[in-house]
């Protein structure tokens, strides 16, 4: 039975990290929001979930997975659920808290990537917040930005099998959520962007890395790729961004 | 060997989360950073292992778990990692992912009880901010509150083992957790509180069930437990809070 995941369409958002996951591991899966509601699939599947009066273990808010009657919502426990499943997870057990440590890292920054352009309430439109967005974007850039990465190149630099995977010494969801986080970022802040590869190294050619994999190529090349666009995480207002210090 | 606690003294924090759970476990447990420095203990031991150029697996930020070598970070990571072995998880390991999937919930809201007072920026202090702060205290007090504890108690009146528990028929972190959740909003935000075990019947019992829980009743009263201040999460200015609608 294929996997179900369940997101709002129209938008990469937080299912994209799970989409990457699904999509290296070739696994059979279904982008329910997407397909038509005539099959009983669409948006209205998904908020018959959400609304349930009956179902025992209710999501907050999508992306959530559905794996038969389970459902595992959140985008870091759908990948430490999917993980040893798709072999994106390392074998040692007690090294996938680990794994799971680093995506609720990049999780953290996600969320304050999205506050950039939504500081007050994600009940108002941008243009009506425009100014705290503004004051929210500059501090993220000047000193959330950089935290972070630093961050993230210690990760790689520190680990023992080398620099090419964030842990161990082979691919995980954790290397495919930092194509996709960098990814965004390079979307949305080119100017703060600037000069990234050679203050990041490591972070730059795991980029360039997960990008060449067939699966993942195959996957961006296709239609099932949303384009970036200002409904997302990561959204590109030029006047939110500046170059680094 | 005792758990290692990391976390910053003088606050209850994101780390009380886990002590509630260490607490209620009985379990043998350093709270490193309030030990002394001399015994090898204190911030600074912290510190040495967030800036360590030859650790394998750093964390982002504190609190994090350190288990032998082991370094767990994040708190929904650290209960997942210790629902277990303190016997707070549920047995079916299904069910954990939904525990984590809860507790993640619980997370994104004390990020966002957070930024009520930091909306900007955590470099900032909160006068600095006060403006953006209020418009965003109206916002989470009057849309966000109420979704969030209409959808917990929405998971406690969906148990289909009854609505003592988040999940199943016993006490697990996710009951801790919620716990610590209404104790600090009570106390950040006594007006928006006003009428809260009517309108959320089954979360008020939960909330008064695990007080008198006698692990935790003796933590609660013991120099264990820091009082709630003005440097914490859950933070009482009386300008942010407003009566219900």
Same mark, same amino acid.
């Given at each position: $039975?294929?996997? =179900?995941?369940?997101?709002?369409?129209? &938008?990469?958002?937080?299912?994209?990290?799970?989409?990457?996951?699904?999509?290296?591991?070739?696994?059979?899966?279904?982008?329910?929001?997407?397909?038509?509601?005539?099959?009983?699939?669409?948006?209205?599947? $998904?908020?018959?979930?959400? =609304?349930?009066?009956?179902?025992?273990?209710?999501?907050?808010?999508?992306?959530?997975?559905?794996?038969?009657? &389970?459902?595992?919502?959140?985008?870091?426990?759908?990948?430490?659920?999917?993980?040893?499943?798709?072999?994106?997870?390392?074998?040692?057990?007690?090294?996938?808290?680990?794994?799971?440590?680093?995506?609720?890292?990049?999780?953290?920054?996600?969320?304050?990537?999205?506050?950039?352009?939504?500081?007050?309430?994600?009940?108002?439109?941008?243009d009506?917040?425009?100014?705290?967005?503004?004051?929210?974007?500059?501090?993220?850039?000047?000193?959330?930005?950089?935290?972070? $990465?630093?961050?993230?190149?210690?990760?790689l630099?520190?680990?023992?099998?080398?620099?090419?995977?964030?842990?161990?010494?082979?691919?995980?969801?954790?290397?495919?959520?930092?194509?996709?986080?960098?990814?965004?970022?390079?979307?949305?802040?080119?100017?703060? $962007?600037?000069?990234?590869?050679?203050?990041?190294?490591?972070?730059?050619?795991?980029?360039?890395?997960?990008?060449?994999?067939?699966?993942?190529?195959?996957? &961006?090349a296709?239609?099932?790729?949303?384009?970036?666009? =200002?409904?997302?995480?990561?959204?590109?207002?030029?006047?939110?961004?500046?170059?680094?210090?």
């Amino acid at each position: $039975m294929p996997y =179900e995941l369940f997101y709002w369409t129209g &938008l990469q958002g937080r299912g994209e990290f799970v989409r990457l996951a699904l999509e290296e591991a070739g696994a059979d899966y279904i982008d329910v929001a997407r397909e038509p509601a005539t099959k009983g699939f669409g948006t209205e599947a $998904m908020l018959q979930i959400l =609304e349930s009066a009956r179902e025992p273990h209710i999501p907050f808010a999508p992306p959530f997975l559905k794996d038969g009657d &389970l459902i595992v919502p959140h985008v870091a426990n759908i990948l430490m659920y999917l993980g040893p499943k798709l072999h994106l997870a390392p074998k040692d057990e007690k090294l996938r808290y680990v794994a799971n440590g680093l995506q609720l890292t990049i999780t953290d920054m996600v969320a304050e990537v999205h506050d950039t352009h939504h500081p007050i309430s994600g009940n108002l439109y941008y243009d009506e917040q425009k100014k705290a967005a503004k004051a929210r974007s500059a501090d993220f850039l000047r000193s959330r930005l950089p935290k972070f $990465m630093n961050y993230f190149e210690r990760v790689l630099q520190q680990n023992p099998s080398g620099a090419k995977h964030a842990i161990g010494d082979k691919l995980s969801y954790v290397d495919l959520s930092l194509f996709q986080l960098i990814e965004g970022l390079h979307y949305a802040f080119p100017r703060a $962007m600037k000069g990234f590869a050679t203050r990041y190294p490591a972070l730059a050619a795991l980029h360039e890395s997960v990008r060449e994999r067939p699966n993942i190529a195959r996957y &961006l090349a296709s239609k099932r790729r949303v384009a970036f666009n =200002e409904d997302g995480i990561f959204r590109h207002y030029p006047e939110l961004d500046q170059d680094p210090d």
